[in-house]
């Protein structure tokens, strides 16, 4: 079973910044496309960002220039810089991983909160 552990979360102010990591229990070379998707309160799961194994990435036009994925292969990690926060940013992000045989798994979230 793979874990996908995130952290990284937190309140931050609008405008502010935030690093979000998520650590998996094995290579990320296994990993087909892993990303992060955010789901707010009476919302539905949304893509934030995705990386592929060639490190192709692909961002949701609300993050689109505000906030940038990528990854450690020697740390078996993924992380999501976030820049330029807004309210509306305020959610609970979530890591996904992908792997070649098409199993996917998720990690348990970790809360964004943007408020002054």
């Known amino acids: 079973q793979v874990q996908l552990v995130e952290s990284g979360g937190g309140l931050v102010q609008p405008g502010g910044s935030l690093r979000l990591s998520c650590a998996a229990s094995r290579s990320i070379f296994s990993f087909f496309v892993m990303g992060w998707y955010r789901q707010a309160p009476g919302k539905q799961r949304e893509l934030v960002a995705t990386?592929?194994?060639?490190?192709?990435?692909n961002y949701a036009d609300s993050v689109k220039g505000r906030f940038t994925i990528s990854r450690d292969k020697s740390k078996n990690t993924i992380y999501l810089q976030m820049t330029s926060l807004k309210p509306e940013d305020t959610a609970v992000y979530y890591c996904k991983a992908a792997e070649w045989g098409g199993d996917n798994y998720w990690g348990q979230g970790t809360q964004v909160t943007v408020s002054s």
């Open positions: 990386i592929t194994n060639n490190d192709m990435t």
